[in-house]
């Protein structure tokens, strides 16, 4: 429960766009719920409901011309690693594992790797 967990979700939004379908134009439903983007450092965090999945996860537009088929990770550079990655530990209900790097946080599916501007130098000395 995120009320729970102190994130402060804002009121489910009924939302819809219209897609494009092989017959026509049908309504993708979804609702969706924001966090309180204070509870979340670094980032804006939003939970949805697709309504009508099979409108908008379909195999064509889950390809991508360079052979990508879902991210390894996500890596948030951050002032302080440890104030950053807790909440988001608290929201994926684990806690951070250190690494080389900083923090690590499990999702999942991609973790995200919280670091500070010297640990990213010290891994990716190429990358500006």
Known sequence: ??????????DPLDLSRPVAWDDGTREARFC????????TPGVSVFA?????RELVWRPAWQQ????ARALAAIAMLVEDVALSAHPYARLFDTRPVEIDEGLL??????????????ALAA?????V
């Not at 429960?1 to 804002?10: C, N, S, T, V």
């Not at 969706?32 to 509870?39: E, F, M, N, V």
């Not at 991508?64 to 052979?67: D, V």
């Open 1 to 10: 429960d995120m009320l729970w967990a102190g994130f402060a979700p804002a």
């Open 32 to 39: 969706i719920t924001q966090l309180d983007p204070a509870k």
């Open 48 to 52: 949805c409901e697709h309504r009508t």
């Open 64 to 67: 991508h011309a360079n052979g």
């Open 105 to 118: 946080v499990n999702t999942g599916t991609a973790p995200i790797a919280f670091m500070n501007a010297a």
């Open 123 to 127: 891994r990716l000395p190429d990358v």
